[in-house]
Structure formats: C-alpha cells, structure tokens
C-alpha cells in the first residue's frame, strides 16, 4: 500500500494543467505525444512529435534544457512515461495532466496531419 501510494505521488508530482502547458509551450518546451500514430493524426498539440514510450529516452528530438511536455489520452501514459524520463536524468520534463481530454476540455487548439 506505502510502495502505490509513493508511486502516485511521483507520477503526479510532475503533471501540470494544460494553462501550465501552454506556459511551458510559449517558453520553448518540446511536444512529445506517445499515443499511437493513428489517434496521433487525428488531432495532436501543435508542433508535437510523435514518439512511443520506449523512444523517447534515447530520442535527440527532446530538448531537455526548454522543457518536455509528455501527451498521451487521458494522462495515464504519460505520467508512466514521465518517470522514466527522470530516471534517464531529464529532470525538466511534465506530464500533461488529464491529457489531450483535459486539453480539449478546456478549448485548446489542436492540428492534424491532413
């Protein structure tokens, strides 16, 4: 029981909002979306790339020093994948909280590969 609830704590230690995305968007952060390349093309943050969990611990598309914005559905995935981004020793690194639901909750723009 202490063992899950150390491990939520951590997965949502760096889960930020999607007004805190934007934040950290506007300041240079890369987009990282882990969905599958389907549900990726039907609509994604703007300027994502689309990388799988196992991918992005060794992808030179992360840009560390400006921040990394993780995206998967609903947050899930992401804070998974987000833990292993700090053990790799990406320390600025943020889960999207709710993922691209919340964001779309909240009106944020989207784009396709059309």
Known sequence: ???NDLRMKAQTLGS???AQAVALINDGAAVIDIRESDA???GHLIDAKNLSPKEIANSKKL???KGVL???ENGAKSS????ELRKAGIE???SLKGGLVAWQQENLPLETNS
């Open 63 to 65: 840009n560390s020093r």
């Open 40 to 42: 990726f093309s039907k």
């Open 1 to 3: 029981v202490i063992f």
């Open 70 to 72: 993780l995206v998967c």
């Open 80 to 83: 998974r994948a987000l833990l």
């Open 92 to 94: 600025n690194a943020f």
């Open 16 to 18: 930020i909002t999607p």
